[in-house]
Structure formats: structure tokens, C-alpha cells
């Protein structure tokens, strides 16, 4: 059974980082794609950022570029989301998935086409 765990989440004031984590297990963690994805109050899901398992090429939505950083350790089948400089407009429950391709976490409502998520964990950022 393919279970992904979302972790790091909470509250933090704006300007401040948080790192979230998500642990996989139950799949080929290398053969995936990793996806961050954010659902904003009364928004759907959207893919704001993306690792590739076999070389680490990244992807990161416009909104979040410069200021989150993603990453990941194959060994521990872990990916990591490093945001920086959060602010209120960042509130959101944040997701990972596992995907086929970055372009699904890249592309519009691609968040419809995958089926392995974690639970989300809620990042609250207060002004």
C-alpha cells in the first residue's frame, strides 16, 4: 500500500520559513516524480512545485520561484519543501503527491490526474 505522510506544518508569522516533509513508502520512490501542491481557501488544488527522481530536475510554479526550494532524498524516500519568506497569502493546506511527470504537477488542474496523496498539512500564515 502506497501511504504518503505530510509533516511541518503550522502556524508562523510572515516574513518566516517553514520546511515541510513528506514521507513515502510502498512505492519505487525513485520512479516518481514528487509534487508539492496547495489548495488555497476556496481554490482548487495547484501544482506549485516538483522533483524529478532520477536527476532532481525541479519545477517551480511562478507564485512560489525564488522562494521555496524542494528537494529530496531517495534513500530515505523523503522530498522536502523549504518556503521562505511566507506570507498570509500562502495559507493553505499544502499536499504531497506522487506523479508520472512533473508536467502533471505543472500543468493546469493536473492535480486530477494523480492518484497518490498525502493527508495535506495546513500552513497558516498570520500578518
Known amino acids: 500500500e502506497v501511504q504518503l505522510v505530510e509533516s511541518g506544518g503550522g502556524l508562523v508569522q510572515a516574513g518566516g520559513s517553514l520546511r515541510l516533509s513528506c514521507a513515502a513508502s510502498?512505492?519505487?520512490?525513485?520512479?516518481?516524480?514528487m509534487g508539492w501542491f496547495r489548495r488555497l481557501p476556496g481554490k482548487e488544488r495547484e501544482g506549485i512545485s516538483c522533483?524529478?527522481?532520477?536527476?532532481?530536475?525541479?519545477y517551480y510554479a511562478e507564485s512560489v520561484k525564488g522562494l521555496f526550494t524542494i528537494s529530496r532524498d531517495n534513500a530515505k524516500k523523503m522530498v522536502y519543501l523549504q518556503m521562505n519568506s511566507l506570507k498570509p497569502e500562502d495559507t493553505a493546506v499544502y499536499y504531497c503527491?506522487?506523479?508520472?511527470?512533473?508536467?502533471?504537477?505543472?500543468?493546469?488542474?493536473?492535480?486530477?490526474?494523480?492518484?497518490?496523496w498525502g493527508q495535506g498539512t495546513v500552513v497558516t500564515v498570520s500578518s
Open positions: 503527491a506522487a506523479a508520472p511527470a512533473c508536467t502533471v504537477v505543472a500543468a493546469p488542474n493536473g492535480h486530477r490526474y494523480l492518484e497518490l
Open positions: 522533483i524529478r527522481g532520477h536527476d532532481n530536475t525541479t
Open positions: 510502498g512505492l519505487i520512490f525513485v520512479d516518481y516524480a
